[in-house]
Each structure stands twice: as C-alpha cells, then as structure tokens.
C-alpha cells in the first residue's frame, strides 16, 4: 500500500476506527516509512493538544444524547437549517437540563470564533442567571445594600448605582465566575429584559471605549475603566444597551 | 509554574484560532469527533454526509491544524 492510502488508515487508528487486519497493516509501513511515522506522531501530539482541558471541556453523555436528539427526522433533513442550530434552539428554550454546554459547542461550529469563548462564557453565565433563583444572590435596587454586599467576597467591589430613575432599575448582584476570575455580577432590568453586568479586576488595564459584540440575539459591550473590565450582556437591543452604558459609566464617575 | 500555565494559554488560544479559521464542514467534523466524542457513523448521521465523507474531511481538517501548528511551533522555537 501506498503512503497516500495510509492517510485514511492513520485517522482511522487515531480514532480507533479501524479494524485489527488494517491495524496490523498500518503498524508494519510504519515500521519501514520513517514519513508516515512521523506524520502519525505528530497526529498523536496535535490530537493531545486538541483535547486539553483549556481548550475544550470533553463533552459529557448529556451533550451526546443532546446532540443525537437534534439529528435531523428524514422531514428536518430537508430544511435547510443546520443540526447545530436545532441543538442551539432547543437550549435557548430551555428545554432538558445541563445544556448549556451543548450551547458552546453549538456556538463553536457556528461561528467559528474559538477566540469569542469568553463571550460564550458570558453568554452562559447570563442564561444561567435568568433560570429560576439564580439571578440575585443579594435582592435589593438598593445601591448601598448591593455595594457593601460584595465586600469581603470580592478582592474590589464594583461599581453600584441604581439607574431607576431613567428604566434601568437594579435588582441585585450576585458572584460569578467568568474566564477563571470571581467577578461581580449585577443585575439591572429594562422592561422586561435582564441586564447582567460583568465586572472584576484588571489590574494595569488601560481605560477602553465600549465595544460591541453581538452573538445569537444576545448583545455585549465591553469596556474598560479604572482598571476594571465591563462586560454588559442582554438580549436588549443594542441602542438602549449602549444608553445603559452611558448612564452607568456617567453616574459611577469618580 | 505561572511561566508554563502561559505558555501554554497561548497555545492553546493559537489551537483555538487554527480550528475557527477551517471551513465550516472541517471544523464541524472535527470538533464532533474531538469535542463531543461521537463515531464516524453518528458524525456521517448528523451531518448528513457518507462516513467516507467524514473521514475525509476529518483527514483534510487535520492535515490543515497539522501544518498551521508545526510553523506556530517553528515560530515559537525561534522566538
């Protein structure tokens, strides 16, 4: 066999996938093809490096089962709409439990943009927050109880004022845990739409100018101020986001 | 310790930029064998696609990470 047939054979043994009569078969060339050798090290090492924790976190059974559910019905295989967006669909609706990460893999096909994890990190924990009990760890739109009630939890209290005043009522705060930090999480409402706002330390972090990102109906402005960083996150649309954003950063003003 | 959790951030966001920048057919198959683990024929079902299809592509996606990744690791080593 040529080296060119014993490309199939190499992914096939990487995963498993082949039988023992082509197993045995792939592991003599490699014993007389110094290339192909190589060239299955260096699989071994790539697929290692693919499958580090901080790169993906392994899919577990749920997600399996998640994803066989969204394969297409002969009837679904015909629209148009890819699996992935059926699998993000029913996640969104909140339809069976511990989706969530199906949710990033679905994201992760879609767009493509392994680099945008932390806003699916932030996508996350804003969903997580709107299921029942888990928005507020502290209930107040009272900035001098949200305030002090992250102190001692957190090594900096972010920023807290109600904007009631002008439809952006705080209702509380809660920790989360966003790219490997404590951050603070406050909780503001525009009508009906939840707006959670991301902050924590960045310590030596020069002032930024808000900037948004928007993934699957879910608008984001990030910015930078007094060495904090700012993630908003809601589905409102971006205008009022950004107005939430003027006012926030005015009335916290040092 | 700090120094290496760095070092390997770094790679691990270059990995990540390599799968984004696959086509979409690529990077689908791949992060289903990857990510989620499934076998060819689950893959060759939710995609919709003859499980030669999908050995194909998952050579095809490979062989593309393989080579981006040996000259970010040139890269790495010189600098």
């Known amino acids: 066999m040529s080296c060119a047939d014993m490309t199939a054979l190499l992914h096939g043994m990487l995963d498993g996938e082949i039988d023992a009569i082509n197993a045995v078969q792939f592991e003599r060339h490699l014993e007389t093809c110094e290339a192909c050798a190589a060239e299955y090290r260096r699989q071994q090492a790539l697929r290692n490096a693919i499958r580090q924790p901080e790169l993906f976190h392994r899919a577990p059974d749920h997600l399996r089962h998640a994803i066989e559910a969204a394969i297409p019905s002969p009837a679904a295989a015909r629209s148009r709409s890819p699996w992935w967006q059926r699998l993000f669909g029913d996640w969104r609706l909140g339809a069976g439990a511990s989706l969530a990460f199906a949710a990033s893999l679905a994201l992760f096909i879609a767009t493509g943009t392994g680099g945008d994890e932390l806003q699916q990190e932030l996508i996350a924990g804003h969903i997580r927050s709107l299921q029942a009990d888990h928005l507020t760890d502290v209930l107040s739109s009272n900035q001098h109880t949200v305030k002090p009630w992250f102190n001692g939890k957190l090594d900096v209290a972010p920023p807290v004022v109600d904007l009631a005043s002008q439809g952006f009522p705080l209702t509380g705060g809660r920790l989360d845990y966003i790219d490997k930090h404590e951050a603070a999480a406050l909780v503001y409402r525009r009508a009906l739409h939840v707006i959670n706002l991301f902050v924590w330390p960045a310590p030596g972090a020069a002032d930024r100018s808000p900037e948004l990102f928007s993934h699957e109906g879910y608008n984001l402005l990030h910015w930078t101020r007094g060495e904090s960083t700012f993630w908003a996150v809601s589905d409102l649309n971006a205008a009022e986001l950004k107005e939430f954003q003027a006012l926030y950063t005015q009335q916290t003003a040092p | ?79």
């Open chain 2, 1 to 79: 310790m700090p120094a290496a959790m760095t070092i390997r951030k770094s790679e691990s966001e270059a990995l990540q930029g390599y799968i984004a920048a696959l086509p979409t057919a690529f990077r689908e198959t791949l992060v289903l064998r990857e990510m989620a683990d499934l076998s060819y024929q689950r893959i060759a079902e939710i995609t919709g696609t003859p499980v030669g299809t999908v050995m194909s592509r998952l050579a095809r996606a490979r062989g593309l990470l393989r080579k981006a990744w040996t000259r970010y690791q040139e890269k790495e080593r010189r600098t």
